[in-house]
């Protein structure tokens, strides 16, 4: 039969393939006894007013319109045939809406839905939930299954839904090509036979990472070990937001990057957490006395280049590692710190590391057993204290569903507290998802401010208003 009489043609039932990182994400990255939820990653907008429902329907229909947006993965555990299916969904089942009556139940509502996953029968693993507040700020919040992609390559959808101001716009696209670019210019750094070595020791640098020794015990790092579990019971601290030119201005004085200046200014927070519990983090007692240790992995993206984004079966995807890196938490001095971590992080960028550990992932694990594959997984993370994971986000304001967004969020959960850092119109934004049992937790975003205010004062650099507020409201002895 002629197809060109068929007014629909059947749709094609199958997608491409995953490749290993989604379907570890599709079955399960962890053993069964971790209980862990589903890897979720939310995206949080905030308003004055919320979104209407039909304003959000267009935008789910564009979401839609992507090949990883409008399936579920199927495939068997661990075996390498996980495929994306195609299902027929509707714009509208793509979204949902809570009511509260304040800020602090819409605070709420977004902490008790951490947990939830957003795998439904017979619909793609993503949903629009609407937080409509009667007496204050609004928000949406944009659920993504991790599976879909990593945090790079959903900066790239959301470009797809976002506006300028006007509504109508496009906005500039986020992600610099340069950042592309570096990692095609590593890769050529392991084809070059004068760095053979290098990426020998950093092979097995890889490879001793899940059997390297655990963070010390403190009051922050003491509840994981070797046999900790998801226990379901989490808290979402947003920390005071902070202008990105006096981030910048501290980056410039110290000489660091803005990542450095972020990491090392968390290990000050826990470093003070740690002492408000009289926890000894100086130094590790024992015949030789060294520095505590206390860790995050940091997740290293491999974003597509540019030209690729328009691409809507290509553009999703999970490529991306780990990076292990020290916070200096037994450091005192904060400008030290600073130099610590700054130091630190410089080995890891000049150094062939996250091509190695990319080469390392895709390669090993689909060929041992999944029981092994997810071990290794949970050996590497429960031997660190954080995730730390720093996004780029619109450098101005922008719309989403006819309003403009007043500020922003991106948080995950996982086995470990995570940090979740996102810039957003000349702000930085930044929150840390924790276990609950972590005492004095909720306190992170004082001390973090605490730190900013020592480490600007140390640099002779102005301290916002609010910075200080926050700082002020809790004082350690």
């Given amino acids: 039969m002629d197809e060109s009489l068929i007014d629909d043609p059947p749709k094609p039932r199958f997608g491409r393939r995953l490749s290993y990182n989604?379907?570890?994400?599709?079955?399960?990255?962890?053993?069964?006894?971790?209980?862990?939820?589903?890897?979720?990653?939310?995206?949080?907008?905030?308003?004055d007013k919320c979104p209407s429902v039909e304003a959000l329907i267009p935008l789910a229909a564009r979401l839609l319109t992507y090949e990883r947006c409008?399936?579920?993965?199927?495939?068997?555990?661990?075996?390498n045939d996980w495929k994306v299916q195609l299902v027929d969904a509707k714009p509208v089942d793509m979204i949902r809406s809570v009511s509260v009556k304040?800020?602090?139940?819409?605070?709420?509502?977004?902490?008790?839905?951490m947990c939830t996953s957003c795998r439904k029968e017979n619909l793609p693993w993503w949903e629009f939930v609407r937080i409509v507040n009667s007496n204050g700020e609004s928000a949406v919040i944009v659920r993504v299954d991790h599976w879909i992609g990593d945090g790079l390559?959903?900066?790239?959808?959301?470009?797809?839904?976002?506006?300028?101001?006007?509504?109508?716009?496009?906005i500039p696209s986020i992600i610099p090509a340069k950042m592309s670019d570096k990692f095609k210019r590593k890769g050529g750094f392991l084809r070059s036979i004068g760095n053979f070595f290098k990426c020998i020791y950093y092979f097995f640098v890889v490879l001793a990472l899940p059997a390297s020794k655990y963070d010390d015990n403190t009051a922050f790092s003491k509840h994981f070990n070797k046999k900790m579990t998801y226990t379901w019971n989490r808290k979402?601290?947003?920390?005071?937001?902070?202008?990105?030119?006096?981030?910048?201005?501290?980056?410039?004085?110290?000489?660091?990057?803005?990542?450095?200046?972020?990491?090392?200014?968390?290990?000050?927070?826990?470093?003070?957490?740690?002492?408000?519990?009289?926890?000894?983090?100086t130094e590790k007692k024992g015949k030789k006395k060294k520095p505590i240790q206390c860790r995050a992995l940091m997740p290293v993206a491999f974003p597509r280049p540019n030209d690729d984004t328009d691409d809507k079966t290509k553009v999703l995807r999970n490529k991306w590692v780990f990076i292990s890196s020290d916070f200096g938490v037994g450091i005192e001095d904060s400008i030290e710190r600073i130099r610590y971590v700054h130091g630190n992080m410089n080995v890891f960028k000049s150094s062939p590391l996250p091509v190695v550990q990319l080469w390392v992932q895709q390669t090993i694990p689909p060929k041992l057993p999944v029981s092994v594959a997810k071990q290794t997984v949970f050996d590497g993370i429960s031997r660190h204290s954080c995730i730390f994971s720093n996004v780029p986000g619109p450098q101005g304001a922008v719309a989403f569903g006819g309003?403009?967004?007043?500020?922003?969020?991106?948080?995950?959960?996982?086995?470990?507290?995570?940090?979740?850092?996102l810039s957003y119109n000349g702000s930085v934004f930044m929150n840390m998802n924790l276990d609950s049992?972590?005492?004095?937790?909720?306190?992170?975003?004082?001390?973090?401010?605490?730190?900013?205010?020592?480490?600007?004062?140390?640099?002779?650099?102005?301290?916002?208003?609010?910075?200080?507020?926050?700082?002020?409201?809790?004082?350690?002895?």
Avoid at 70 to 79: A, E
Avoid at 153 to 170: A, P, R
Avoid at 448 to 468: D, G, M, R, S, W
């Fill in 153 to 170: 390559s959903l900066v790239n959808l959301m470009e797809q839904v976002l506006t300028c101001e006007d509504g109508v716009t496009k």
């Fill in 403 to 421: 309003e403009v967004v007043k500020e922003v969020q991106m948080f995950f959960n996982n086995l470990v507290p995570q940090v979740g850092i």
């Fill in 102 to 113: 304040n800020n602090d139940e819409l605070h709420q509502a977004i902490e008790d839905g």
């Fill in 437 to 477: 049992c972590i005492e004095g937790g909720e306190f992170i975003g004082h001390y973090f401010a605490q730190e900013l205010c020592e480490v600007a004062t140390a640099l002779q650099i102005t301290v916002p208003e609010n910075i200080k507020n926050k700082a002020a409201e809790l004082l350690i002895d």
């Fill in 70 to 79: 409008s399936g579920i993965p199927v495939g068997s555990d661990g075996k």
């Fill in 236 to 281: 979402l601290v947003k920390f005071e937001s902070m202008p990105l030119s006096f981030i910048k201005s501290l980056k410039s004085e110290a000489n660091v990057s803005l990542n450095d200046v972020m990491f090392a200014c968390l290990g000050g927070a826990i470093r003070r957490l740690n002492k408000a519990q009289n926890c000894d983090v």
């Fill in 22 to 47: 989604s379907a570890a994400m599709a079955f399960g990255a962890y053993p069964d006894q971790t209980n862990m939820c589903e890897p979720t990653i939310n995206a949080a907008a905030y308003f």
